[in-house]
């Protein structure tokens, strides 16, 4: 397992899998261990994917300082990843929350950016946030699923500051509610630092307009992909991140959740492989 510094002394690690040209990957949770991406749907057989353990996650060691768990704080640490790896510069797949610190990154650092994928990724830097509204008009979408009579009432309540995270309705963040989803919801909690999760969006400070700025004037290709049963983002609001940058390419991958490699991973690989080798 191989490891460097991050610019603060922490000990961050990261995880290789696959062949051909590295591609960095930022996880989501948000502060979940790489390790629910997998191979993300079989893209290891054409990318090397660096599988980052964002700090205090995975086998990556937590920072003395708790406030660097802020995603604005944490592109330093992808920095100090693209030059520990000595890529003049990099292709880049931000999932979810991860999204964000692409972004973030991309924003800081646009001529170290070759080509930036977002995945299922609302992006708050650029106050882009999914609503209630937007998860429950999704959810409806479910309304023929067997376990929906009893998850929609329970994510309603959730929505609302009205009731706790109940695993009934677990299903909604998934395209196939199966027994490879099944696994891949249980190994959440364990994967995921939930102090600096609460962390890694509430303490940070973003400047939209700045952002949005920023991100306009960056020359690499993106792609914004979003699953078409997804709440968060839902197709729209990932349409609406899209048009923030330059160049920028929009997919919708139907029948998808939060999890698109999970739900289809052949459609998934093809259209994100078919982007990342596009000259």
């Not at 309304?143 to 309540?157: C, L, N, S, Y």
Request: net charge negative.
């Amino acid at each position: 397992m191989p490891t460097f510094t991050a610019p603060d002394g922490t000990e961050l690690a990261y995880h290789v899998r696959g062949q051909g040209d590295p591609l960095v990957v930022l996880p989501g949770g948000p502060m979940r261990a790489s390790a629910y991406l997998g191979g993300l749907g079989g893209l290891t057989a054409h990318r090397t994917l660096i599988l980052l353990d964002l700090r205090g996650t995975g086998d990556s060691a937590a920072p003395a300082d708790e406030a660097t768990y802020r995603c604005d704080r944490q592109t330093d640490d992808v920095e100090a990843l693209r030059a520990h790896l000595g890529l003049e510069r990099t292709d880049l797949l931000g999932h979810s929350a991860g999204g964000s610190l692409a972004a973030l990154y991309a924003a800081r650092h646009p001529h170290r950016v070759s080509r930036l994928a977002l995945i299922a990724a609302a992006l708050r830097p650029l106050g882009l946030a999914a609503t209630a509204d937007d998860r429950l008009t999704a959810a409806q979408l479910r309304a023929d699923e067997p376990w929906f009579e009893k998850a929609h009432p329970a994510f309603r309540a959730w929505l609302a500051g009205n009731g706790p995270y109940d695993p009934a309705f677990t299903p909604f963040f998934y395209g196939r509610w199966d027994a490879a989803a099944r696994a891949h919801a249980d190994a959440e909690e364990e994967q995921t630092n939930e102090e600096a999760a609460g962390r890694y969006f509430a303490e940070a400070v973003f400047d939209p307009a700045a952002t949005r700025a920023a991100l306009g004037a960056l020359t690499a290709p993106v792609l914004v992909l979003a699953g078409g049963l997804d709440g968060g983002p839902c197709p729209d609001l990932a349409l609406r991140a899209a048009e923030a940058f330059r160049h920028a390419e929009f997919a919708v991958q139907p029948g998808a959740g939060h999890y698109p490699w999970l739900d289809d991973p052949e459609w998934f690989v093809d259209r994100v492989t078919g982007f990342l080798n596009r000259s």
